[in-house]
T-cell receptor
Framework: ETGVTQTPRHLVMGMTNKKSLKCEQHLGHNAMYWYKQSAKKPLELMFVYNFKEQTENNSVPSRFSPECPNSSHLFLHLHTLQPEDSALYLC?????????????FGPGTRLLVL | AQSVAQPEDQVNVAEGNPLTVKCTYSVSGNPYLFWYVQYPNRGLQFLLKYITGDNLVKGSYGFEAEFNKSQTSFHLKKPSALVSDSALYFCAVRALYNQGGKLIFGQGTELSVKP
């Protein structure tokens, strides 16, 4: 479980705040992902990066801005969020961006937007 | 379009009894199927996956799953449930042709194992 770490684990922010979520993987993987997990809904893929390049943006509002400076680190910058953005944000990584590769998840950041 | 269904929101099992968590999928072409478990306030932990070959896949913590192509199912099973197995279980699918990142998840099944 320590292969993918996320900080902070909990975050409370107002709608006018700017904050960032951080993800780090220690598995030597090349692909990284952001997912959103809301209550009573399936996990939603937000962004995919492969070798630091963004390969997928799943129609995510611009108030979420990802950044991937290298294959080990992934950030999600947040600004002017809405209360409905409150959720568990999960980071994942995989060795390659191919269908049979297993994605390994971090513990998540529990976000509350007031 | 790819989709996954977990028809039961909750499964209740007595400790020591066998457990089954159901999953059916819809995908064009050959599927890759995954099971994950999520404990409270934790991320998802990988249990097992089906890629190809033997239809019975064995995974972590004594879990196994059987791929049934004709019924498009991938049910998770364990011969003898433990109280510590109580958690939220997710089935997920990707198609062979989908070389991108999109793993499609079911809505999850809450497993409760009582002593």
């Amino acid at each position: 479980e320590t292969g993918v770490t996320q900080t902070p684990r909990h975050l409370v922010m107002g709608m006018t705040n700017k904050k960032s979520l951080k993800c780090e993987q220690h598995l030597g993987h090349n692909a990284m992902y952001w997912y959103k997990q809301s209550a009573k809904k399936p996990l939603e893929l937000m962004f995919v990066y492969n070798f630091k390049e963004q390969t997928e943006n799943n129609s995510v509002p611009s108030r979420f801005s990802p950044e991937c400076p290298n294959s080990s680190h992934l950030f999600l910058h947040l600004h002017t969020l809405q209360p409905e953005d409150s959720a568990l944000y999960l980071c994942a990584s995989s060795y390659q961006l191919v269908a049979q590769e297993t994605q390994y998840f971090g513990p998540g950041t529990r976000l509350l937007v007031l | 379009a790819q989709s996954v269904a977990q028809p039961e929101d909750q499964v209740n099992v007595a400790e020591g009894n066998p457990l089954t968590v159901k999953c059916t999928y819809s995908v064009s072409g050959n599927p890759y199927l995954f099971w994950y478990v999520q404990y409270p306030n934790r991320g998802l932990q990988f249990l097992l996956k089906y890629i190809t070959g033997d239809n019975l896949v064995k995974g972590s913590y004594g879990f196994e799953a059987e791929f049934n192509k004709s019924q498009t199912s991938f049910h998770l099973k364990k011969p003898s449930a433990l109280v510590s197995d109580s958690a939220l279980y997710f089935c997920a699918v990707r198609a062979l042709y989908n070389q991108g990142g999109k793993l499609i998840f079911g809505q999850g099944t809450e497993l409760s194992v009582k002593p």
